[in-house]
């Protein structure tokens, strides 16, 4: 069963305009979430994380939001480049377990 | 920033052989290190997870004696696949986390092909 999802498998954007990326969560006892970027043939790069005890994160270009009634989180990048272009993942973990959706691919448009 | 090594990147071995990957963190102390596999336009597969000094615990369906994970200090973990297939091939990701930091950090993975 699959405690997070990322439902939709890619997205594109035009270059300058706001990427959102979404993910859901089955479990409450979440308490933190992350988001990872990864390009093809490489490891995951951590991005931006959150408490579950917070409503956003904001580092630079990238912002966190979560909503925990909703049991949703979402990753804005803004203005998006083509250098974003990758796969996102979104991660939830509660102690030693980690469990990571199946990636949204974001193609930013020049 | 807390970096991660694999090694070696990419490896091409025979069928029956086994192969050794490394996995360091490199600035930091890793009290438990992950396992990943990925398959091409896959998510990422939690293959185990080793804690410095005692046993790795599988994920269902891993079996453990032929992906040996040793987690023998802080700062190393090595996954050996031993008696390699073609299916095999794949991605291997490791990430290391620090004692109370909730992040994973990855490494840049290798690719094991089985011929």
């Known amino acids: 069963d699959q405690q997070v999802k990322q439902n939709s498998p890619s997205l594109s954007v035009q270059e300058g305009r706001i990427s959102i990326l979404n993910c859901d969560y089955t479990?409450?006892?979440?308490?933190?979430f992350l988001w990872y970027k990864k390009y093809p043939a490489e490891g995951p790069t951590f991005l931006i994380s959150?408490?579950?005890?917070?409503d956003k994160n904001e580092d630079g270009r990238f912002t966190v939001f979560l909503n925990k009634s909703a049991k949703h989180l979402s990753l804005h990048i803004v203005p998006s480049q083509p250098g974003d272009s990758a796969v996102y993942f979104c991660?939830?973990?509660?102690?030693?377990?980690?469990?990571f959706g199946t990636g949204t691919s974001l193609t930013v448009i020049p | 920033g807390a970096v991660v090594s694999q090694h070696p990147s990419r490896v091409i071995c025979k069928s029956g052989t086994s192969v050794k990957i490394e996995c360091r963190s490199l600035d930091f102390q890793a009290t438990t290190m992950f396992w990943y596999r990925q398959f091409p336009k896959q998510s990422l597969m939690l293959m185990a997870t080793s804690n410095e000094g005692s046993k790795a615990t599988y994920e269902q369906g891993v079996e453990k004696d032929k992906f040996l994970i040793n987690h023998a200090s802080l700062t190393l973990s090595t996954l050996t696949v031993t008696s390699a297939h073609p299916e095999d091939s794949s991605f291997y990701i490791c990430?290391?986390?620090?004692?109370?930091?909730?992040?994973?950090?990855f490494g840049p993975g290798t690719r094991l092909l089985v011929l």
């Open positions: 959150i408490s579950s005890i917070k």
């Open positions: 990430s290391a986390r620090r004692d109370q930091v909730e992040t994973q950090y």
């Open positions: 991660a939830a973990s509660t102690g030693n377990q980690f469990y």
């Open positions: 479990n409450s006892m979440f308490d933190y």
